[in-house]
């Protein structure tokens, strides 16, 4: 079975699918039981994948699957390439463990066509799933197609009063950005061809990056790839579709948007444009990098000023991000397993924010933060749980934050990023200041809404959703060895592939600026 292991986990979402489109439409328990223990099979399936040893002391791609599929002529190969390495390791795994979790917040949240919303969830698992482990990029394009057709339906049918805005827009963004992405691909595609890579390599992307292309054509590709994956993850200026989609989107839809759809864009970064495009990453670097430090001060002021708790948490992932880009293009070991973590620890706190936001919302249908106050009188539990989750927003040491933030912030210094690191430092503060004014504001003082004076606290149900991840929030920020081991083989390959390639490039313009010299002299 270890053979098809992730066509197992994959595509095994699709089964529960299909047997929710069959069950009765009125029997609402029964959709919803099915689509949990699916997605509980599938993260079964996955967990051993946590447990072999095979990342801690190997870079290359593990549990492999490949076979022809897509065949024309002599002009196009496309196959089933699938494979995992320590870089997609821990995404393939939240997104198998946030699922279970996300389809049991929605027990009595989601009550209007529940056969549609379960298959769609079982659908976007797949995609998602897909996406992370696919070695051949028109592969990974589909997959990444296929992600934004269930999460449109999420938010335009059960969505909020404006869904139909918000759906149009991230489709329509998502869109725009993708097909820039297949025009780079298609081309990339036809130079492997001319340069003599085998035709039956496909779109494979381990043989794109060993093609020399020249610098000039990696500027326009690495731009196209990284305009896609920036409005994916989101960073500023295309950011403006994310507050929307997750105001409108149900408590589901924001909770896997957050910790799994956005770390698309993060992900395609690290997978394909940097090995891909190494020159191009070199000379984008001070762009992204000023980008970065943007979206982390302008996501924490424009979240101190809202006053819908939702908005807030929405534009908090802008800044948040925007510290996962800068490790990322730091470029070295310290930044970019900040960076990989901090995916990770945006998942599971982000997506306990907007958990602890649908409890609330579904016991008052409000969201706006003056409609609060004194909570913790008459919700004790539901505090606990919104503290200790608030303090791993803002990256308290001991939480999962802190360990993420402080490498990112010491990668990028180290990395010669420093003005860049300064500045991004303002936002740990303004974090700080965002989502513990919002805490006081919504659970401290007295209870001055006769509406909030017999909230019921937290179910059982609802403790049993937050548990495991209040467990990783301590796990990490207590032992992160237990992720960092297996990440960084990988990590390290690709920073020495993407700087040799890179010096290289540095040593032949050298040479080229010597011999223009010696030929002005000789002149």
């Keep these: 079975m270890s053979d098809h292991l992730l066509s197992l986990m994959t595509f095994f ?41 095979v990342f801690l002391t190997s870079s290359a791609m593990h549990y492999t699957e490949f076979a022809e599929w897509i065949s024309i002529g002599q002009y196009f190969q496309m ?70 057709i269930p999460m449109y339906f999420l938010i335009g049918i059960w969505g909020g009063k404006n869904r139909i805005y918000a759906a149009i827009k991230f489709f329509i963004f998502t869109a725009v950005g993708s097909l820039l992405m297949l025009v ?55 950011h403006t579709w994310l507050p929307d989609a997750h105001t409108e989107a149900p408590t589901a839809g924001s909770v896997i948007l957050a910790a799994i759809l956005l770390k698309m864009g993060t992900y395609g970064y690290v997978r394909f444009a940097i090995p891909l495009f190494p020159v191009a990453t070199m000379n984008y670097t001070p762009l992204l990098a000023t980008l970065a430090v943007i979206g982390i001060i302008y996501g924490a002021l424009v979240a101190m000023m809202q006053d819908d708790v939702k908005k807030l948490v929405a534009y908090s992932s802008v800044s948040h991000l925007g510290f996962v880009m800068l490790g990322v293009f730091a470029m070295n070991l310290q930044g970019l397993s900040g960076g990989m973590l901090q995916m990770i620890n945006h998942g599971i706190s982000t997506g306990a924010l907007f958990l602890i936001v649908g409890f609330i919302y579904e016991r008052r249908h409000t969201r706006l933060i003056v409609d609060f106050g004194g909570l913790s009188k008459v919700m004790p539990v539901f505090a606990t749980i919104f503290m200790i989750v608030t303090f791993s927003s803002i990256g308290l040491p001991g939480t999962n934050g802190f360990v993420g933030e402080f490498l990112i912030l010491v990668g990028a210094f180290e990395s010669g990023l420093r003005w860049y690191t300064v500045l991004a430092t303002t936002g740990v503060v303004l974090a700080a200041v965002y989502m513990l004014w919002m805490f006081q504001r919504v659970m401290m003082g007295k209870v001055t809404n006769p509406a909030n004076a017999n909230l019921k606290d937290l179910s059982a149900r609802e403790v049993v959703v937050m548990l495991p991840l209040i467990l990783f929030i301590f796990w990490i920020g207590v032992y992160p060895n237990t992720f960092f081991e297996k990440m960084n083989p990988s990590l390290e390959n690709l920073i020495s592939q993407v700087k040799g390639k890179q010096q290289i490039a540095i040593l032949a313009e050298q040479q080229l600026d010597h011999s223009v010299t010696q030929v002005s002299v000789s002149e």
């Design 13 to 53: 979402p699709l089964v529960g699918m299909l047997i929710v489109l069959f069950l009765p439409r009125e029997a609402d328990r029964l959709i919803k039981s099915v689509t949990l223990i699916f997605t509980i099979i599938v993260f079964l399936i996955s967990l051993p994948l946590a447990f072999d040893d």
């Design 79 to 148: 196959n089933y390439n699938i494979g995992i390495d320590g870089i997609s390791l821990w995404l393939v795994l939240l997104t198998t463990f946030i699922m279970p979790v996300t389809v049991l917040s929605t027990w009595h949240a989601v009550d209007k066509n529940t056969k549609g919303f379960m298959a769609l969830l079982l659908l976007l698992e797949t995609g998602m799933l897909g996406a992370f482990i696919s070695l051949d990029l028109f592969l990974f394009y589909i997959f990444w197609e296929l992600m934004l």
């Design 184 to 238: 780079a691909i298609i081309y990339v595609y036809y130079y492997s061809l001319q340069a003599g890579v085998a035709f039956e390599n496909g779109f494979s992307a381990a043989h794109f990056a060993q093609l020399s292309i020249p610098v000039e054509a990696q500027m326009w590709l690495f731009a196209a790839f990284a305009f896609s994956f920036a409005i994916k993850v989101p960073m500023f200026p295309v």
